[in-house]
């Protein structure tokens, strides 16, 4: 079944510079390795007898603020990158890749006569611990923020109750939404078309249209209007879709009249999509425009060319 839609032409989402997926992953993993090919050379240099410490605690404290400084680099690294999420099923093997250096390069450069098994036992739980704790925190770090960033309009701090009657209102608002979208869809398309021209010819602040095809492929359609006040450069927009697309999605927007005016894909998700609109000329001036978007799904078995 289809809909007619407002059409516009797709433009491809534009390259703003950001770093390919191997080099967001290389700098992370580079400290890693050099930790473990430190820790590895001083333990092989302890177990030959070329490295020999007595008493001397100095060689532990140096060791020990290099590797854990790489691996709190390591941990910050990732958070900033927002990829640390994607070891939540892993935590504690990459926990253990941490950790495990550090102990080693620590241990091996311990003074002997200090050296007892039940301290080794408590410093390596210890450490550990502290660690997971901080790979932790930094996880949920990344997962509220992604969320605030989906969801503009939950405020931060603002207490559970406050927020459900707002909730509650948006959920009212969505399902009245698709309910209206259900019947036009079940219209004739001549009753439609005339439907969707009267709200281009409205002053609509923002209007939507989904649509399904006959290969089961749902098309999301749609404007909103951005308005720049004067020497502001950047505006975020927020797309709420409910229900959730399913399969693979493809996002394409474009500006009227936006001599100037970049866009750029921030989040694609199938619950919701946000859009970066940049200004980059006449920025003395107030300026207000409509946003166009085309949001495209296709199953997740088909083939992509």
Known sequence: MTTSNPSFDPIRERSTGEKSSQQRWLFPFLLLGTNLLLATGLVLLRTVGWLQIRQSFMPLLVTGILLSGSAALVLFTLHRKRI?????????????????????????????????????????????????????????????????????????????????????????????????????????????????????????????????????????????????????????????????????????????DGAGIRTRILENRAYGVSIEVKRTQNLEEEFQSQLHYLIASRPASEDVA
């Open 84 to 256: 640390i999420s994607q070891f939540e099923e892993r935590k504690p093997l990459f926990s253990l890749a941490l950790v495990v250096p550090v102990l080693m390069g620590m241990l091996a450069v311990h003074p002997a006569e200090g050296l007892s098994l039940p301290g080794i036992y408590f410093f390596s739980v210890a450490y550990f611990m502290a660690f997971a704790g901080v790979l932790e925190w930094l996880n949920r770090e990344a997962i509220q923020s992604r969320e605030s960033e989906l969801l503009p309009f939950e405020e931060r701090g603002q207490p559970d109750e406050a927020r459900e009657p707002a909730a509650l209102e948006l959920n009212e608002t969505a399902g009245d939404n698709e309910a209206l979208f259900a019947a036009l869809l079940e219209q004739k398309p001549s009753v439609a078309e005339d439907h969707t021209d009267e709200l281009k010819e409205a002053d609509c602040s923002q209007w939507m249209n989904r649509s399904i095809d006959h290969a089961g492929c749902e098309t999301v359609e749609g404007g909103i209007q951005i308005h720049f006040d004067k020497q502001q450069r950047l505006h975020i927009v927020h797309l709420s879709l409910n229900p959730p697309l399913e399969g693979t999605l493809s996002v394409t927007s474009e500006v009227e």
